[in-house]
């Protein structure tokens, strides 16, 4: 289970337009069901599956906006409310897809729409806002601002429920033994290559955010996420706001805020 969730949050953040026309094809099979931010789009699932579903939704959907400090940009309102398909299975989810048998889910990000099938234990703690955090960050900033994949990665994890305490504990360990990736190191990274373990990446990514956050707080977080919207260079950004004179010093504070 453990492996497919980290599978699964390797392969998701698709910030091009790709391959999704085929579930907009068959749409006239869905039933739906809508709320102010969500349209969800279902076959098999109970409506109370539905119900449970829509009210986690609108409730993450609050909770992140909150605590990255966008509460005043109303993105996903109505006629821009974000699509979730939900398939009955991972058979017909695959079928649908074309994803691989590990992946538990997709985001397309321009056009607001989660892919992903019922039955999976981590969906409503941690996929379902891993998924929304990555459509409201990229739509905050602008799909084609180039960030190093931990920027990408760790705000998303930062709004998992579940997983997030597991992974705030990996990234302490890698600290107090010295087996964490340098910062200088992770920023090189725009995709996972075969040389990165995706759970000590995704550890270290999330409590770099959670530090960030933890440091200035959303105010900070929105300042950096505008200057990044507005073309600064990620690194001068973060300088900016969060006053590091390099990314060695940055490294440092990270360190001392996690083994504190
Ligand atoms: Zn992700």
């Not at 906006?65 to 974000?82: I, M, P, Q, T, Y």
């Not at 074309?98 to 019922?118: D, H, L």
């Amino acid at each position: 289970m453990v492996k497919i969730k980290l599978f699964f949050f390797f392969l998701i953040l698709s910030l091009s337009v790709t391959a999704f026309s085929r579930a907009e094809v068959v749409s006239s099979l869905w039933q739906t069901q809508k709320s102010q931010h969500f349209i969800v789009y279902y076959q098999g699932a109970s409506s109370s599956f539905v119900d449970e579903l829509i009210s986690k939704a609108e409730d993450y959907y609050n909770g992140i906006v909150e605590e990255l400090g966008f509460r005043r940009f109303d993105f996903w309102s109505w006629e821009n409310r974000a699509k979730i398909f939900l398939y009955n299975n991972t058979d017909d989810y695959q079928k649908e897809t074309q994803r691989e048998g590990w992946s538990g889910g997709v985001v397309y990000v321009n056009k607001r729409v989660i892919q992903t099938f019922i039955g999976q234990g981590s969906f409503f703690d941690s996929i379902l806002p891993h998924e929304m955090t990555h459509i409201i960050f990229r739509e905050f900033i602008g799909k084609n601002i180039a960030l190093p994949l931990w920027i990408d990665e760790g705000i998303a994890c930062s709004q998992e429920k579940s997983n997030l305490a597991s992974r705030m504990r990996l990234a302490r360990e890698l600290v107090s033994q010295n087996k964490y990736i340098a910062l200088s190191e992770i920023s090189k990274l725009s995709s996972l290559g075969d040389s990165i373990k995706p759970d000590v990446f995704y550890a270290e990514a999330a409590s770099l955010i959670v530090f960030l956050i933890h440091e200035e707080g959303q105010s900070g977080f929105l300042d950096f996420s505008r200057l990044l919207r507005d073309g600064t260079d990620w690194q001068k950004a973060l300088f900016k706001v969060y006053h590091f004179t390099s990314l060695e010093d940055m490294e440092e504070k990270w360190k001392e805020f996690l083994l504190k």
